[in-house]
């Protein structure tokens, strides 16, 4: 399979600020940061004639990284997982890991407010004892000991007029509001067609049309994420938000998907995205 990717470098294009390259005929050797001259072996590897240091010269241009970005971009909107993105890219599977989550940043950030981020990294779980067994202190359901540690708040789905989807994750006065018993005064469980917990779908919608809709949506988050063998625990508010993001423009093909979420990326991406991976 062939990625072809070039519709989007023009548009990654404007995200990059044009620098100046050093005219020098001299390269800094990566050993000792100094500027001379470096000899060609007859391996093609280069000789620092300061420190005597032999290395390789990995020439990755601004052109270079906007392909991949590009190529690994449009995967990402196909649902494709980064180690199926790696196969078809060929592109290492630790970069294709690093943008996958920056896209996934990317899309709750403009999508969720700052204390709502903050709940996904701080939460720490809602386990109470029943029992002797440990359960979870909102569905009720049985918790591994092990799984304690790190489990992700419980997520409230509400279905908008316009056929989108919100999901976000409900600190835990919002929960137990929401988990409270059905009143007429308080309404049919506060607008919220259901409940993200403990890896399943709690529908709480008595409307047959918000049902429905319920249903369409949780059938797909489960086609996708099954492709992707689950999801990770610890990133599970990122995937959601994917999966939201997704959802509410899947009547977008994936190319056109792809240019939106450029819209989205800070000047100068590839300088703050990459860091970590060019160390």
């Not at 001379?36 to 601004?62: E, S």
């Not at 709750?108 to 990294?121: A, D, G, P, V």
């Not at 047959?208 to 689950?230: F, N, S, V």
Request: charged share 30%; hydrophobic share 35%.
């Amino acid at each position: 399979m062939i990625i072809n990717a070039d519709s989007l470098l023009p548009h990654l294009h404007d995200k990059v600020r044009p620098t100046h390259s050093d005219a020098s005929r001299h390269l800094l050797c990566p050993a000792c940061g100094t500027r001379t001259k470096l000899n060609t072996l007859g391996d093609g590897r280069k000789k620092c004639t300061v420190c005597g240091k032999k290395f390789r010269i990995h020439k990755i241009t601004n052109e270079n990284k906007l392909q991949q970005c590009a190529e690994i971009l449009l995967c990402f909107c196909l649902d494709f997982s980064a180690n199926r993105a790696t196969q078809i890219t060929h592109h290492r599977y630790r970069l294709v890991s690093v943008y996958y989550d920056h896209y996934r940043k990317l899309l709750t950030e403009k999508n969720m407010s700052q204390e709502k981020i903050l709940l996904l990294t701080t939460h720490k779980g809602d386990i109470e004892m029943v029992h002797d067994k440990y359960r979870c202190r909102w569905c009720k359901c049985k918790v591994h000991p092990e799984d304690l540690e790190g489990k992700a708040p419980v997520f409230g789905v509400q279905l908008q007029g316009s056929g989108d989807v919100c999901i976000d994750p409900l600190n835990d006065d919002e929960a137990a509001f929401a988990f409270a018993p059905q009143t007429e005064a308080s309404g049919p469980h506060k607008g919220y067609a259901g409940f993200i917990c403990c890896g399943k779908f709690h529908r709480l919608t008595k409307n047959e049309r918000a049902k429905d809709g319920a249903e369409q949506l949780w059938t797909w988050i489960r086609e996708r994420a099954r492709t992707h063998h689950g999801i990770w625990k610890r990133n599970t508010g990122f995937y959601l938000k994917e999966l939201e993001w997704k959802y509410n423009n899947r009547s977008l093909d994936p190319d056109m998907q792809a240019r939106k979420m450029i819209e989205l990326m800070p000047m100068d991406f590839l300088i703050t995205w990459l860091q970590k991976v060019e160390a």
